[in-house]
């Protein structure tokens, strides 16, 4: 992770900046993300059977028929269940659920990623457009011009648009 983006695109520290530092830092904790990985059959299923629990028992514990527990497990398994009723079996569980995304990288590296990506594409379409009308530009600066690009042209506002 380099200084320049840590400050806010553009040398201002932003609010963003902040926010995806701080959220930066939560998030590390989460890291490795797959031990959090569910069991092939869903969490309520292996708690509940850890617990030593029927489906008819926590069935009861949820208000709920057993066949709708087979239902809330099978779901669960397949990715289809819905939080607030995740939410209910967790706690007739005495869990708590949580929920998170987690990013694949550091936020800040994938705002500079985005920052390096609209500059090169940028960049890259000007040098085009002028090697067209002979005034090509020297390639053994391009790596500066992308730093000054990101710094002086974008905004953490730009950054999402459709290239």
Known sequence: MTGRLQIGIGG???RNTQARLQLDERLR?????????????GWVRALRDALGMTGAQLGGRVGVRPQTIET???SEAAGTIQLNTLRRAAEALDCTLVYALVPNSSLEAAVEARARKIAKCDLQRVAHTMRLEAQGTDDTDF???VVAYIRDRLSDRDLWNEI
């Not at 904790?29 to 059959?41: E, G, M, N, S, Y």
């Open 29 to 41: 904790a989460l890291q490795p993300i797959d031990r959090f990985k569910a069991p092939p059959k």
């Open 12 to 14: 201002r520290l932003h």
């Open 72 to 74: 809330i497990e099978k």
């Open 143 to 145: 790596e500066s011009r």
